[in-house]
Antibody, heavy 121, light 107 residues
Framework: EVQLLESGGGLVQPGGSLRLSCAASGFTFSSYAMSWVRQAPGKGLECVSSISGSGGSTYYADSVRGRFTISRDNSKNTLYLQMNSLRAEDTALYHC??????????????WGQGTLVTVSS | DIQMTQSPSSLSASVGDKVTITCRAS??????LAWFQQKPGKAPKSLIY???SLQSGIPSKFSGSGSGTDFTLTISSLQPEDFATYYC?????????FGQGTKVEIK
């Protein structure tokens, strides 16, 4: 059974940093691209970052490029999102999502429940 | 970015009803379209990919159709567990983008 368990969310002041983690199990982690998708209160879903199975290729939404860094440790089956220079508009529930294959142009097939990030003074 | 527009934004239906949700892309996306279900406090659940292919374990009461810019999700006979919010998503080009969601409520 595929499981994705996010952690690391919390309350942080504007300009602060957080590191999110997603522990994956039930599949060969290194074979699949992974993404972080956020859901702001009362707003829609936004894919903020993706990473290839090897970790060699990454994608960032314009809204987070230069502030967020996605990475993965295939030996630990864990996905990360380092978030720096946080803004109020980054407040959201952050989901880890598994892609159905190794490339960018494939659908998501599994999602985690999410970890809540609140940016406020 | 490709804009995805769902309609309606919400609907009320009764158990046993047939429900259809529409998703329109701002430009052609071939069949690179997925549908998700989300219940409050739960992880999104993938239902359909490639516009009409059911994910593993998803019952056949869910079906999808369309290609290019216009797509539909149909639930053939609504059951209590189907009351949720449904999202479409395109993965034809970066960034992947989502519809705003359709909330299916009990009449």
């Amino acid at each position: 059974e595929v499981q994705l368990l996010e952690s690391g969310g919390g309350l942080v002041q504007p300009g602060g940093s957080l590191r999110l983690s997603c522990a994956a199990s039930g599949f060969t982690f290194s074979s699949y691209a992974m993404s972080w998708v956020r859901q702001a209160p009362g707003k829609g879903l936004e894919c903020v970052s993706s990473i290839s199975g090897s970790g060699g290729s990454t994608y960032y939404a314009d809204s987070v490029r230069g502030r967020f860094t996605i990475s993965r440790d295939n030996s630990k089956n864990t996905l990360y999102l380092q978030m720096n220079s946080l803004r109020a508009e980054d407040t959201a529930l952050y989901h880890c999502a598994k892609k159905q294959g190794s490339g960018w142009y494939v659908p998501f097939d599994y999602w985690g429940q999410g970890t809540l990030v609140t940016v406020s003074s | 970015d490709i804009q995805m527009t769902q309609s309606p934004s919400s609907l009320s239906a009764s158990v046993g009803d047939k429900v259809t949700i529409t998703c329109r892309a701002s430009q052609g996306i071939s069949n690179y379209l997925a549908w998700f279900q989300q219940k409050p406090g739960k992880a999104p659940k993938s239902l359909i990919y490639a516009a009409s292919s059911l994910q593993s374990g998803i019952p056949s009461k869910f079906s999808g159709s369309g290609s290019g810019t216009d797509f539909t999700l149909t639930i053939s006979s609504l059951q209590p567990e189907d009351f949720a919010t449904y999202y479409c998503q395109q993965y034809n080009s970066l960034p992947p983008t989502f519809g705003q969601g359709t909330k299916v409520e009990i009449k």
